[in-house]
């Protein structure tokens, strides 16, 4: 027997099952705010931005509470049992009145941005304490902003180093008044807080311990980051321990169990949360998000879809070099548990190659096939040469994970930041005289009378005029801005477990990390693809309606022009191995990277902008921000989700979406785009389904596609969980970057959800 069944048969402990009960239990019940110090002392106010920063960090973590959950293994908490305190929304105050001014005229807060991943393996390796001294050691010869920039880091560090110690002599106090079952554990947790963070772990349990108490610290003062490749840098602790006999592998698998349980105790399926109780909204194309690049409309429904997304991923598997899988027992240990918790967190990403172990691709499908469409799958064949090619080293290319969502980042070294660009919105702008189709707003340059044009090629200049508009605005913006947050939300902690800024003596915020990256992600790319292919083949090619009859039917949303709308919807569309769309994507895809990387060229040497296609889980609001469109898309209609075929239109089965994916130029997007795809339960039922997942799993991964999501579903099973929602609480689904409960989902996305089950019916 393999060591993925071993684990599938293995009899879970009762405190696990205890402890998943009742954070299940604890979700239900409405949140109670703590509010700790709302601001620093006045005399703290004469010290630098980055010192009060940290100070600010100190001063909370001085405060938080350290109830332990009972019976849990790990301690440090973001919410509570009873009372349900949830720790994370406040923060004291450490800004002047001119600086929160200056931060405000420019449009910075104090919430740092997150969306990176720390580096951890240093944080086993050296411990805090080591990594004070490194900083203390690049006081020699720094200047008065790289002191600061120092002493916020030991600031910071010894706010950490005392927390931990106040959570070991919460641990020693409890052990001493408690039931005696429990005071050997909790006085070996206090012993091991006493370790870790502030030394090198040297036990798996204090290897995440340590990992859990730096993500609870940084997720609690305002900085959401993920957790990397745990499955690799906590591995060697945890086979030391197998091998010296502290632990058995039973032993372990509780342990891990009891590490994934802590990311959901902060989660929320309450009832304002539910559609019953939400109130209707009205699109307002006013409320456009991210800099007008972005046709997304902002809406209290995607906040509340997005109540329990906080981009705690993990990601594990893996090569280091071709042909050398990394796979490890850890691996499989975190995929066991994701399985058997049924619920949205930790996010969990796998790394595939052409090696991955067979075991490995079946406890991938295994665990699929109960729902959520996790893990992510990412494909090491085409996403380390991407990349490479965009001028990353080798050996961390080949140690790449992602931000929390899927976008790819270089963890522990890099300052990651992303953003969408809708080629929608160009292709609406190209055929509006630049402007917005919904209310008219100017969103581009005036590119001619589309009325007028005579050829694709007409089209096909004015498209291209919009999207190098939106591409130079936007990088222009990025390298004017680079910089600015640090006058605002330095972060002092993340600095110090990010290679590159000790040695520079600069804030991850000011450019100090070893690479810093900005994504640029195409959004809506597979509606621009088939807006252009229907427009090609249906004006130009087949002469059924001319410019002028087309932008007639886009302003009237197609209403009196339902046979032109029913001739594009039948032109070809991307998704289905189709020469004459794929060809068209290639292009598309080609140019807006041909486009970024000349725009991008003059500030190689400090700002990367790796290329990416993306909607995350905001399809709907994406949707509501743009007008009628030439593949037959109606105003205000969803997109399809990331870089997935429109909705509906992927007729030729899986394996023609997964052709027409991989011949996107993946060597050139080194920031991601998955394919997120449907399965019928009862497709992949019993070991011939797992069979079939692992062979379509394999063939994506031939093919070279970069990323893939499966999410397992019936549409019957969905429309009971509309139904009988309590009788589905565990039920969850894919959302574009993580996963959600289904029936605290508002009732517009999950009819999505059941349209794109049913393959758009």
Same mark, same amino acid.
């Given at each position: 027997?393999?060591?993925?069944?071993?684990?599938?048969?293995?009899?879970?402990?009762?405190?696990?099952?205890?402890?998943?009960?009742?954070?299940?239990?604890?979700?239900?019940?409405?949140?109670?705010?703590?509010?700790?110090?709302?601001?620093?002392?006045?005399?703290?106010?004469? %010290?630098?931005? @980055?010192?009060?920063?940290? =100070?600010?960090? !100190?001063?909370? /973590?001085?405060?938080?509470?350290? &109830? $332990?959950?009972?019976?849990?293994?790990?301690?440090?908490?973001?919410?509570?049992?009873?009372?349900?305190?949830?720790?994370?929304?406040?923060?004291?105050?450490?800004?002047?009145?001119?600086?929160?001014?200056?931060?405000?005229?420019?449009?910075?807060?104090?919430?740092?941005?997150?969306?990176?991943?720390?580096?951890?393996?240093?944080?086993?390796?050296?411990?805090?304490?080591?990594?004070?001294?490194?900083?203390?050691?690049?006081?020699?010869?720094?200047?008065?902003?790289?002191?600061?920039?120092?002493?916020?880091?030991?600031?910071?560090?010894?706010?950490?180093?005392?927390?931990?110690?106040?959570?070991?002599?919460?641990? %020693?106090?409890? @052990?001493?008044?408690?039931? =005696?079952?429990? !005071?050997?554990? /909790?006085?070996?947790?206090?012993? &091991? $807080?006493?370790?870790?963070?502030?030394?090198?772990?040297?036990?798996?349990?204090?290897?995440?311990?340590?990992?859990?108490?730096?993500?609870?610290?940084?997720?609690?003062?305002?900085?959401?980051?993920?957790?990397?490749?745990?499955?690799?840098?906590?591995?060697?602790?945890?086979?030391?321990?197998?091998?010296?006999?502290?632990?058995?592998?039973?032993?372990?698998?509780?342990?891990?169990?009891?590490?994934?349980?802590?990311?959901?105790?902060?989660?929320?399926?309450?009832?304002?949360?539910?559609?019953?109780?939400?109130?209707?909204?009205?699109?307002?194309?006013?409320?456009?998000?991210?800099?007008?690049?972005?046709?997304?409309?902002?809406?209290?429904?995607?906040?509340?879809?997005?109540?329990?997304?906080? /981009?705690?991923?993990?990601?594990?598997?893996?090569?280091?070099?071709?042909?050398?899988?990394?796979?490890?027992?850890?691996?499989?240990?975190?995929?066991?548990?994701?399985?058997?918790?049924?619920?949205?967190?930790?996010?969990?990403?796998?790394?595939?190659?052409?090696?991955?172990?067979?075991?490995?691709?079946?406890?991938?499908?295994?665990?699929?096939?109960?729902?959520?469409?996790?893990?992510?799958?990412?494909?090491?064949?085409?996403?380390?040469?991407?990349?490479?090619?965009?001028?990353?080293?080798?050996?961390?290319?080949?140690?790449?994970?992602?931000?929390?969502?899927?976008?790819?980042?270089?963890?522990?070294?890099?300052?990651?930041?992303?953003?969408?660009?809708?080629?929608?919105?160009?292709?609406?702008?190209?055929?509006?005289?630049?402007?917005?189709?919904?209310?008219?707003?100017?969103?581009?340059?005036?590119?001619?009378?589309?009325?007028?044009?005579?050829?694709?090629?007409?089209?096909?200049?004015?498209?291209?005029?919009?999207?190098?508009?939106?591409?130079?605005?936007?990088?222009?913006?990025?390298?004017?801005?680079?910089?600015?947050?640090?006058?605002?939300?330095?972060?002092?902690?993340?600095?110090?477990?990010?290679?590159?800024?000790?040695?520079?003596?600069?804030?991850?915020?000011?450019?100090?990390?070893?690479?810093?990256?900005?994504?640029?992600?195409?959004?809506?790319?597979?509606?621009?693809?088939?807006?252009?292919?229907?427009?090609?083949?249906?004006?130009?090619?087949?002469?059924?309606?001319?410019?002028?009859?087309?932008?007639?039917?886009?302003?009237?949303?197609?209403?009196?022009?339902?046979?032109?709308?029913?001739?594009?919807?039948?032109?070809?569309?991307?998704?289905?191995?189709?020469?004459?769309?794929?060809?068209?994507?290639?292009?598309?895809?080609?140019?807006?990277?041909?486009?970024?990387?000349?725009?991008?060229?003059?500030?190689?040497?400090?700002?990367?902008?790796?290329?990416?296609?993306?909607?995350?889980?905001?399809?709907?609001?994406?949707?509501?921000?743009?007008?009628?469109?030439?593949?037959?898309?109606?105003?205000?209609?969803?997109?399809?989700?990331?870089?997935?075929?429109?909705?509906?239109?992927?007729?030729?089965?899986?394996?023609?979406?997964?052709?027409?994916?991989?011949?996107?130029?993946?060597?050139?997007?080194?920031?991601?785009?998955?394919?997120?795809?449907?399965?019928?339960?009862?497709?992949?039922?019993?070991?011939?389904?797992?069979?079939?997942?692992?062979?379509?799993?394999?063939?994506?991964?031939?093919?070279?596609?970069?990323?893939?999501?499966?999410?397992?579903?019936?549409?019957?099973?969905?429309?009971?969980?509309?139904?009988?929602?309590?009788?589905?609480?565990?039920?969850?689904?894919?959302?574009?970057?993580?996963?959600?409960?289904?029936?605290?989902?508002?009732?517009?996305?999950?009819?999505?959800?059941?349209?794109?089950?049913?393959?758009?019916?």
């Amino acid at each position: 027997m393999g060591l993925a069944s071993r684990l599938a048969e293995r009899t879970e402990t009762p405190r696990v099952l205890d402890l998943r009960r009742r954070v299940r239990a604890a979700m239900e019940r409405p949140p109670v705010r703590w509010d700790g110090p709302a601001r620093l002392p006045d005399e703290c106010f004469s %010290e630098p931005l @980055a010192v009060r920063k940290a =100070a600010a960090v !100190a001063l909370k /973590l001085a405060h938080l509470p350290t &109830d $332990l959950w009972a019976g849990q293994l790990f301690a440090g908490s973001f919410a509570f049992e009873e009372p349900r305190l949830h720790t994370e929304w406040s923060f004291p105050d450490y800004l002047t009145d001119e600086e929160r001014e200056e931060g405000r005229r420019r449009g910075l807060g104090i919430h740092c941005f997150g969306h990176i991943v720390p580096d951890y393996p240093r944080l086993l390796r050296d411990g805090l304490l080591g990594i004070r001294d490194h900083a203390a050691r690049q006081l020699a010869g720094a200047d008065e902003a790289g002191r600061a920039f120092l002493d916020s880091v030991t600031v910071a560090i010894d706010g950490v180093l005392c927390f931990a110690v106040r959570l070991a002599e919460r641990c %020693e106090a409890d @052990a001493a008044s408690g039931p =005696a079952e429990r !005071a050997d554990e /909790l006085r070996g947790m206090a012993a &091991d $807080l006493r370790v870790v963070p502030a030394h090198p772990a040297g036990t798996f349990h204090q290897a995440l311990q340590s990992v859990w108490l730096l993500h609870m610290v940084f997720h609690t003062t305002m900085d959401a980051n993920a957790v990397g490749r745990l499955d690799q840098y906590a591995a060697r602790q945890l086979e030391g321990d197998l091998d010296a006999g502290r632990l058995t592998l039973e032993q372990a698998a509780e342990l891990v169990d009891c590490f994934c349980l802590k990311f959901n105790e902060r989660a929320a399926t309450t009832e304002e949360q539910r559609p019953e109780h939400r109130g209707a909204e009205a699109p307002d194309p006013r409320r456009r998000t991210r800099h007008s690049t972005s046709s997304q409309l902002g809406t209290r429904r995607d906040s509340l879809d997005a109540t329990n997304h906080w /981009l705690q991923n993990i990601v594990v598997g893996g090569s280091s070099a071709p042909g050398h899988d990394q796979t490890t027992l850890l691996t499989h240990l975190l995929l066991d548990s994701y399985r058997r918790n049924q619920m949205t967190n930790p996010l969990l990403t796998v790394r595939l190659h052409d090696h991955s172990p067979g075991e490995l691709l079946e406890q991938v499908a295994e665990t699929l096939k109960d729902g959520g469409g996790m893990p992510a799958m990412f494909n090491d064949e085409a996403l380390v040469p991407a990349l490479e090619r965009l001028g990353i080293e080798p050996a961390d290319a080949a140690d790449y994970s992602n931000d929390g969502c899927w976008e790819v980042i270089l963890p522990g070294r890099t300052d990651f930041r992303f953003q969408r660009l809708s080629l929608m919105l160009c292709l609406e702008a190209a055929l509006n005289r630049g402007q917005a189709r919904l209310d008219g707003a100017a969103i581009g340059p005036d590119t001619g009378d589309p009325r007028a044009f005579t050829s694709f090629d007409e089209v096909w200049t004015a498209f291209e005029v919009q999207l190098d508009a939106m591409v130079a605005r936007m990088v222009d913006h990025v390298v004017a801005s680079a910089d600015e947050r640090s006058t605002i939300a330095p972060v002092p902690l993340l600095s110090a477990l990010t290679q590159g800024c000790l040695e520079s003596r600069r804030d991850l915020t000011a450019g100090g990390a070893k690479y810093r990256t900005f994504g640029m992600l195409a959004e809506s790319a597979s509606h621009c693809i088939d807006s252009l292919a229907a427009l090609r083949s249906v004006v130009f090619e087949r002469r059924l309606a001319d410019t002028a009859t087309l932008c007639d039917a886009l302003d009237a949303d197609f209403e009196g022009h339902e046979l032109l709308r029913k001739r594009l919807q039948e032109a070809p569309k991307y998704g289905n191995d189709e020469p004459a769309a794929d060809e068209l994507g290639r292009r598309v895809m080609e140019t807006f990277i041909a486009t970024v990387e000349r725009h991008a060229a003059r500030h190689a040497t400090r700002i990367l902008f790796p290329c990416g296609a993306g909607t995350f889980s905001w399809y709907l609001g994406i949707g509501e921000g743009l007008g009628s469109s030439p593949d037959g898309r109606q105003a205000g209609e969803p997109v399809a989700s990331n870089f997935s075929p429109a909705l509906g239109q992927d007729r030729a089965g899986l394996p023609a979406a997964i052709l027409s994916y991989a011949g996107m130029p993946h060597a050139r997007l080194p920031a991601g785009g998955p394919l997120d795809l449907r399965l019928g339960a009862a497709l992949v039922r019993g070991e011939a389904g797992t069979a079939r997942m692992v062979a379509l799993i394999r063939g994506f991964v031939e093919a070279r596609g970069s990323m893939l999501t499966l999410t397992v579903a019936d549409v019957e099973e969905l429309r009971a969980a509309q139904r009988e929602p309590e009788r589905y609480a565990s039920l969850r689904v894919r959302m574009g970057g993580w996963c959600a409960y289904f029936t605290m989902l508002g009732r517009e996305q999950q009819e999505h959800h059941i349209r794109r089950q049913g393959g758009g019916r």
